[in-house]
Protein backbone atom coordinates (compact mmCIF):
# COMPACT_ATOMS: atom_id res chain seq x y z
CA UNK A 1 0.00 0.00 0.00
CA UNK A 2 1.10 3.42 -0.61
CA UNK A 3 -0.92 6.12 0.35
CA UNK A 4 -4.55 5.77 0.30
CA UNK A 5 -6.13 2.92 -1.03
CA UNK A 6 -10.20 2.86 -1.71
CA UNK A 7 -12.15 -0.49 -2.15
CA UNK A 8 -14.45 -1.27 -3.65
CA UNK A 9 -13.52 0.61 -7.06
CA UNK A 10 -17.50 0.82 -8.28
CA UNK A 11 -20.40 -0.41 -7.11
CA UNK A 12 -24.06 -0.99 -8.18
CA UNK A 13 -26.20 -1.51 -5.54
CA UNK A 14 -29.93 -1.84 -4.87
CA UNK A 15 -31.35 0.92 -2.69
CA UNK A 16 -32.18 0.02 1.14
CA UNK A 17 -28.89 -2.49 0.98
CA UNK A 18 -25.74 -1.72 3.39
CA UNK A 19 -22.71 -0.72 2.19
CA UNK A 20 -19.53 -0.07 3.47
CA UNK A 21 -16.81 1.59 1.58
CA UNK A 22 -13.35 0.86 2.84
CA UNK A 23 -10.35 3.16 3.15
CA UNK A 24 -6.91 2.55 4.29
CA UNK A 25 -3.74 5.12 4.68
CA UNK A 26 -0.28 4.02 5.55
CA UNK A 27 0.99 7.65 6.27
CA UNK A 28 0.01 7.75 9.89
CA UNK A 29 -1.79 10.68 9.06
CA UNK A 30 -3.97 11.39 12.07
CA UNK A 31 -6.74 13.41 9.96
CA UNK A 32 -9.33 11.71 7.37
CA UNK A 33 -12.12 13.10 5.49
CA UNK A 34 -14.70 11.37 3.50
CA UNK A 35 -16.16 13.60 0.43
CA UNK A 36 -18.71 12.81 -2.38
CA UNK A 37 -18.12 14.25 -5.38
CA UNK A 38 -20.69 15.59 -7.99
CA UNK A 39 -21.04 16.98 -11.64
CA UNK A 40 -21.96 20.98 -10.92
CA UNK A 41 -21.72 20.43 -6.73
CA UNK A 42 -17.69 20.00 -6.66
CA UNK A 43 -16.89 18.24 -3.49
CA UNK A 44 -18.40 18.04 -0.30
CA UNK A 45 -17.74 16.73 2.75
CA UNK A 46 -19.56 13.73 4.77
CA UNK A 47 -17.40 12.99 7.51
CA UNK A 48 -14.43 13.48 9.03
CA UNK A 49 -11.70 12.44 11.69
CA UNK A 50 -9.09 14.22 13.41
CA UNK A 51 -7.84 11.59 15.56
CA UNK A 52 -7.93 7.95 16.18
CA UNK A 53 -11.08 7.44 18.27
CA UNK A 54 -12.75 10.73 17.25
CA UNK A 55 -15.31 12.11 14.67
CA UNK A 56 -17.32 14.83 13.49
CA UNK A 57 -19.93 15.68 10.88
CA UNK A 58 -19.24 17.87 7.64
CA UNK A 59 -21.83 19.41 5.22
CA UNK A 60 -23.67 16.35 4.16
CA UNK A 61 -23.68 13.81 6.74
CA UNK A 62 -27.38 12.00 6.65
CA UNK A 63 -27.37 8.62 5.50
CA UNK A 64 -24.03 8.29 6.35
CA UNK A 65 -21.71 6.70 9.71
CA UNK A 66 -18.06 6.87 10.02
CA UNK A 67 -15.74 4.76 12.22
CA UNK A 68 -12.06 5.65 13.65
CA UNK A 69 -10.96 2.73 15.63
CA UNK A 70 -7.12 3.06 14.58
CA UNK A 71 -5.18 5.11 12.32
CA UNK A 72 -4.94 3.65 9.33
CA UNK A 73 -8.82 2.64 8.55
CA UNK A 74 -11.80 5.40 7.85
CA UNK A 75 -14.93 3.34 6.67
CA UNK A 76 -17.85 4.53 5.83
CA UNK A 77 -21.06 3.02 5.97
CA UNK A 78 -24.57 3.75 4.08
CA UNK A 79 -27.05 2.34 6.30
CA UNK A 80 -29.78 1.84 3.95
CA UNK A 81 -28.54 3.37 0.70
CA UNK A 82 -30.88 5.46 -1.39
CA UNK A 83 -30.49 6.78 -5.28
CA UNK A 84 -29.25 10.38 -4.00
CA UNK A 85 -26.56 8.61 -2.56
CA UNK A 86 -25.72 7.82 -6.43
CA UNK A 87 -21.78 9.80 -6.58
CA UNK A 88 -18.34 9.17 -6.40
CA UNK A 89 -16.69 8.79 -3.19
CA UNK A 90 -13.18 10.19 -2.02
CA UNK A 91 -11.43 9.19 1.40
CA UNK A 92 -8.26 11.61 1.97
CA UNK A 93 -5.84 12.24 4.60
CA UNK A 94 -3.63 15.10 5.92
CA UNK A 95 -1.17 14.87 8.44
CA UNK A 96 -2.26 17.55 11.08
CA UNK A 97 1.05 17.75 12.99
CA UNK A 98 3.18 19.64 10.29
CA UNK A 99 1.07 22.57 9.27
CA UNK A 100 1.10 21.10 5.43
CA UNK A 101 -2.37 21.40 4.67
CA UNK A 102 -2.31 19.34 1.65
CA UNK A 103 -4.70 16.16 1.47
CA UNK A 104 -3.73 13.01 0.01
CA UNK A 105 -6.56 11.51 -1.87
CA UNK A 106 -7.48 8.10 -2.52
CA UNK A 107 -8.72 6.79 -5.96
CA UNK A 108 -12.19 6.84 -5.31
CA UNK A 109 -15.69 5.13 -5.18
CA UNK A 110 -18.01 5.20 -7.83
CA UNK A 111 -20.99 3.89 -6.37
CA UNK A 112 -24.29 3.85 -8.08
CA UNK A 113 -27.62 3.12 -6.12
CA UNK A 114 -30.51 1.72 -7.79
CA UNK B 1 -20.63 31.29 5.90
CA UNK B 2 -17.61 29.73 3.70
CA UNK B 3 -18.08 29.53 0.41
CA UNK B 4 -16.06 29.03 -2.45
CA UNK B 5 -17.02 29.96 -5.79
CA UNK B 6 -15.75 29.07 -9.14
CA UNK B 7 -18.21 30.53 -11.69
CA UNK B 8 -17.03 28.20 -14.90
CA UNK B 9 -18.17 25.11 -15.26
CA UNK B 10 -16.25 24.49 -18.23
CA UNK B 11 -13.21 26.40 -20.13
CA UNK B 12 -11.85 25.90 -23.10
CA UNK B 13 -9.07 27.41 -24.58
CA UNK B 14 -6.57 26.47 -27.60
CA UNK B 15 -2.89 25.10 -27.21
CA UNK B 16 -0.35 28.43 -26.16
CA UNK B 17 -3.23 30.77 -25.43
CA UNK B 18 -3.36 32.05 -21.58
CA UNK B 19 -5.74 30.23 -19.24
CA UNK B 20 -7.17 31.82 -15.85
CA UNK B 21 -9.36 29.31 -14.04
CA UNK B 22 -11.52 32.01 -11.45
CA UNK B 23 -11.83 31.52 -7.92
CA UNK B 24 -13.92 33.94 -5.24
CA UNK B 25 -14.00 32.95 -1.78
CA UNK B 26 -15.95 34.03 1.25
CA UNK B 27 -14.40 33.40 4.50
CA UNK B 28 -14.46 35.84 7.82
CA UNK B 29 -10.85 34.84 8.84
CA UNK B 30 -7.53 34.31 7.33
CA UNK B 31 -7.74 31.94 4.53
CA UNK B 32 -5.61 29.37 3.60
CA UNK B 33 -6.53 28.47 -0.19
CA UNK B 34 -5.48 25.51 -2.53
CA UNK B 35 -5.96 24.66 -6.27
CA UNK B 36 -6.38 20.99 -6.59
CA UNK B 37 -6.18 19.07 -10.37
CA UNK B 38 -7.85 15.93 -11.74
CA UNK B 39 -6.03 14.51 -14.65
CA UNK B 40 -8.85 11.71 -16.77
CA UNK B 41 -8.76 8.68 -14.45
CA UNK B 42 -6.37 9.70 -11.88
CA UNK B 43 -7.19 10.38 -7.84
CA UNK B 44 -7.28 13.99 -7.20
CA UNK B 45 -3.49 15.79 -6.66
CA UNK B 46 -2.69 19.23 -4.84
CA UNK B 47 -1.77 21.45 -7.41
CA UNK B 48 -0.50 24.47 -5.60
CA UNK B 49 -1.04 26.42 -2.26
CA UNK B 50 -1.03 29.78 -1.75
CA UNK B 51 1.12 30.13 1.20
CA UNK B 52 4.12 28.46 -0.25
CA UNK B 53 3.91 30.96 -3.71
CA UNK B 54 5.18 28.62 -5.72
CA UNK B 55 4.64 27.54 -9.35
CA UNK B 56 3.92 24.19 -10.59
CA UNK B 57 3.88 23.03 -13.79
CA UNK B 58 3.70 26.83 -15.37
CA UNK B 59 0.53 27.68 -13.08
CA UNK B 60 0.69 30.16 -10.91
CA UNK B 61 -2.03 31.73 -8.04
CA UNK B 62 -1.82 34.52 -6.36
CA UNK B 63 -4.58 35.47 -2.84
CA UNK B 64 -6.13 38.73 -3.43
CA UNK B 65 -8.44 39.07 0.08
CA UNK B 66 -9.18 42.74 -1.38
CA UNK B 67 -11.62 40.68 -4.63
CA UNK B 68 -11.52 37.43 -2.05
CA UNK B 69 -10.27 35.87 -5.02
CA UNK B 70 -7.53 33.15 -6.08
CA UNK B 71 -7.38 32.80 -9.96
CA UNK B 72 -5.06 30.24 -11.24
CA UNK B 73 -2.98 31.15 -14.12
CA UNK B 74 -0.89 29.95 -17.03
CA UNK B 75 0.41 32.16 -19.56
CA UNK B 76 0.58 29.33 -22.53
CA UNK B 77 -1.60 26.45 -22.04
CA UNK B 78 -0.89 22.55 -22.91
CA UNK B 79 -2.79 20.02 -23.92
CA UNK B 80 -1.57 18.39 -20.92
CA UNK B 81 -3.22 20.74 -19.01
CA UNK B 82 -6.77 19.56 -19.84
CA UNK B 83 -8.19 18.07 -16.41
CA UNK B 84 -11.16 18.93 -13.96
CA UNK B 85 -10.09 21.76 -11.56
CA UNK B 86 -11.28 22.57 -8.05
CA UNK B 87 -10.03 25.68 -6.07
CA UNK B 88 -10.48 24.76 -1.99
CA UNK B 89 -10.71 26.71 1.12
CA UNK B 90 -9.14 25.54 4.67
CA UNK B 91 -10.21 27.31 8.21
CA UNK B 92 -14.22 25.80 8.09
CA UNK B 93 -15.01 23.54 10.89
CA UNK B 94 -11.66 23.74 12.56
CA UNK B 95 -8.70 23.06 11.43
CA UNK B 96 -7.92 21.38 7.74
CA UNK B 97 -11.07 20.68 6.89
CA UNK B 98 -11.17 21.87 3.12
CA UNK B 99 -14.10 23.46 1.52
CA UNK B 100 -14.41 22.85 -2.40
CA UNK B 101 -15.76 24.93 -4.95
CA UNK B 102 -17.80 23.30 -7.96
CA UNK B 103 -15.19 22.45 -9.93
CA UNK B 104 -14.03 23.75 -13.33
CA UNK B 105 -13.32 21.47 -16.55
CA UNK B 106 -10.46 22.63 -18.67
CA UNK B 107 -10.10 21.69 -22.11
CA UNK B 108 -7.20 22.56 -24.09
CA UNK B 109 -7.81 22.19 -28.14
CA UNK B 110 -4.60 21.23 -30.23
Known amino acids: IAGITQAPTSQILAAGRRMTLRCTQD?????MYWYRQDLGLGLRLIHY???????GKGEVPDGYSVSRANTDDFPLTLASAVPSQTSVYFCASSDSGTGNYGYTFGSGTRLTVV | AQRVTQPEKLLSVFKGAPVELKCNYSYSGSPELFWYVQYSRQRLQLLLRHISRESIKGFTADLNKGETSFHLKKPFAQEEDSAMYYC????????????FGQGTRLTINP
Open chain 1, 49 to 55: SNTAGTT
Open chain 2, 88 to 99: ALSGVWGAQKLV
Open chain 1, 27 to 31: MRHNA
